[in-house]
């Protein structure tokens, strides 16, 4: 039996959808150099080392391969389970401000008339990114996860998110499909049915890792931030990011209130409000405009219906020549149609004895 998704359909305000990396965005450094790589004995620097040569050994995904190490390295020490992952996450470091961050920027968004939904895209642990302190504030929370046996235990991953893959989120977001599983993702929706358009989409993120969302955001009128930690003010990436055109603004990773990003996502939002009131104008005049020609075409082939049986049932030279005038009026003819008006043509005597009357001839040689 197929499982019946739920999807979030378009508000009747604008959405603006805050999509964040978390490790170096929201956190000063990797979520499993906060505790677990430690529990386990290891050195940072050794564990990420021997987990990369892992992946270059075997033309692995990294991301598959530090799932991998994780798990191995567990075994003897502790349960590999939901809970111990979601322990770790507790234990993971914020940047400044980001507790309180998420309902202020909500309530700012909703004072302007805006609803602000925030999302993780990340290739960093769904569990332990659920185990921290603002996992309730995340509307969905896209990241790399295990699949666990009937003893709850770690066994294989359930997914695995790089930087390519990170992309196909962001279609999710703008489409309300957000079930991994839902195909809905790939159907056509008209521009003005789109629940978040790209340019009402802001992507937080610090490193390469990035790069594709940032692009595609960019790409379609969005906002990518590029962040930085504020003890260490490294900016070289930031830079790098900015000259390459993948972001189009940088901001230290504080999110206190009145800090610069702060300041640059709340410009955002300001000006999300204003665009989408032209937008909502424009759509408008776009499905009037749409409506009337249709209404037009509907109108035209009704008079070329009534005037081809006119034709059809002319008994007059007299009414023949009214018809004509107003036939040679309308220009778009079908193929079907000119064919119906070139035989009525040879059947009907009205028209056959005054073929080459000028007027009835012009219209004819139009046709053919």
Known sequence: MSKEFIRKSKEDKPVVAICYDFDKTLSPDDMQAQGYIQSVGYEVESFWKESNGLAEDNDMDQ????MFTMIQKAHGRFVFNRKKLMDYGAQ?????????????????????GVIVEHYIISSGLKEMIEG?????????????????DNDGVAQWPAQVINYTSKTQFLFRIEKGTLDVNDSGVNDYFAPEKIRIPFRNIIYIGDSDTDIPCMKLVNSYSGHSI?????????KRKVYKMIEDK?????????????????????????TTASNEKLMSIHYRNKQEQVKHNGNLANQEHKEKEKLILDLENSNSFKQTHSIISKLKKIKNWSSEEKNQLKMIAEKNKQISYI???SDVAEFFASIS
């Open 63 to 66: 991301n598959l391969a530090y």
């Open 92 to 112: 993971v470091q914020l940047f400044p401000g980001v507790e309180t961050w998420f309902k202020r920027i909500r309530e700012y968004g909703k004072d302007k």
């Open 132 to 148: 921290t302190k603002v996992a309730n504030e995340f509307e969905k929370i896209y990241a790399s996860s295990f699949y666990y």
């Open 226 to 234: 590029g962040v930085y930690n504020p003890e260490t003010k490294d």
């Open 246 to 270: 993948r972001i189009k603004y940088y901001a230290p990773a504080n999110y206190t209130e009145g800090s610069e990003l702060d300041i640059l996502v709340k410009n955002i939002i300001d």
């Open 355 to 357: 073929m080459k009357d």
